[in-house]
């Protein structure tokens, strides 16, 4: 069992960090979520709600118990400090001003700091951007932070899984953050696999 924080910005795509925090918890890790006003508010108007432990199906009542919800200005959060840093950190998805803080190493709230401990600590930080088209400043950040040691995936889905749904393309996008995490899962069928 891992310690994951999972922070939601104000881009578009909510429902990719929704669904991440569903697999994860699924799987018995303990999940950390922080979720920004501007990601509340475009929660709000794509999935309807913005109590996250409220939109998580109740299919598997055991997922409630691993989460905790934290507040972006609650600075009294444990993995506030290196001494205590996450497994993992993912932003998803990430906005574009986040990931501006990010790259540039400014911490004025729970979630940009937790970016910054996990790349002063060596920690595996997940940036799912969202965002189209990209001026060249979104792809110069995005070159610095992973230059910094964040790993940078773009909510692009693909096709070749042969998605019927939107499920399908955001369980795609998920999946490849499990990848990452080295976490198994069935959400989609790698390249050419049976």
Same mark, same amino acid.
């Given at each position: 069992?891992?310690?994951?924080?999972?922070?939601?910005?104000?881009?578009?795509?909510?429902i990719?960090?929704v669904?991440l925090v569903q $697999?994860?918890?699924? =799987?018995k890790?303990?999940?950390?979520?922080?979720?920004?006003s501007a990601? $509340?508010?475009?929660?709000?108007?794509?999935?309807g709600?913005?109590d996250?432990?409220?939109?998580?199906?109740? &299919?598997?009542?055991? =997922?409630?118990?691993? /989460?905790?919800?934290?507040k972006? &200005? &609650?600075f009294?959060?444990?993995?506030?400090?290196?001494?205590n840093?996450? &497994?993992?950190?993912?932003?998803i %998805?990430?906005?574009?001003?986040?990931?501006?803080?990010?790259?540039n190493g400014?911490s004025r709230?729970? +979630?940009? =700091?937790i970016?910054d401990?996990a790349?002063? *600590?060596?920690r595996?930080?997940i940036v799912?951007?969202?965002?189209?088209?990209?001026s +060249?400043?979104?792809? *110069?950040?995005?070159?610095?932070?992973?230059?910094?040691g964040?790993q940078? /995936?773009p909510?692009? %889905?693909?096709f070749?899984?042969?998605p019927?749904? !939107?499920?399908?393309?955001v369980?795609?996008?998920?999946g490849? !953050?499990l990848? +990452?995490?080295?976490i $198994?899962h069935?959400?989609?069928k790698g390249?050419r696999? $049976?």
């Open positions: 069992m891992s310690d994951y924080v999972v922070g939601i910005t104000g881009a578009s795509g909510t990719y960090g669904r $697999e994860l918890a699924e =799987r890790h303990n999940v950390h979520v922080v979720v920004t990601g $509340e508010q475009v929660m709000k108007e794509e999935l709600n913005t996250i432990r409220k939109i998580i199906k109740n &299919d598997i009542s055991n =997922r409630k118990k691993y /989460l905790t919800i934290y972006n &200005d &609650d009294t959060a444990p993995f506030m400090s290196g001494s840093a996450p &497994d993992a950190a993912i932003i %998805p990430c906005s574009m001003g986040k990931l501006a803080a990010i790259a400014i709230n729970l +979630l940009e =700091r970016a401990v790349l002063k *600590e060596k595996q930080l799912v951007v969202r965002e189209t088209p990209l +060249l400043i979104h792809l *110069e950040n995005m070159v610095k932070a992973a230059k910094a964040a940078i /995936l909510a692009m %889905p693909a070749y899984h042969h019927k749904t !939107v499920d399908d393309m369980n795609f996008i998920v490849k !953050v990848n +990452l995490l080295q $198994e069935k959400l989609f390249w696999k $049976e």
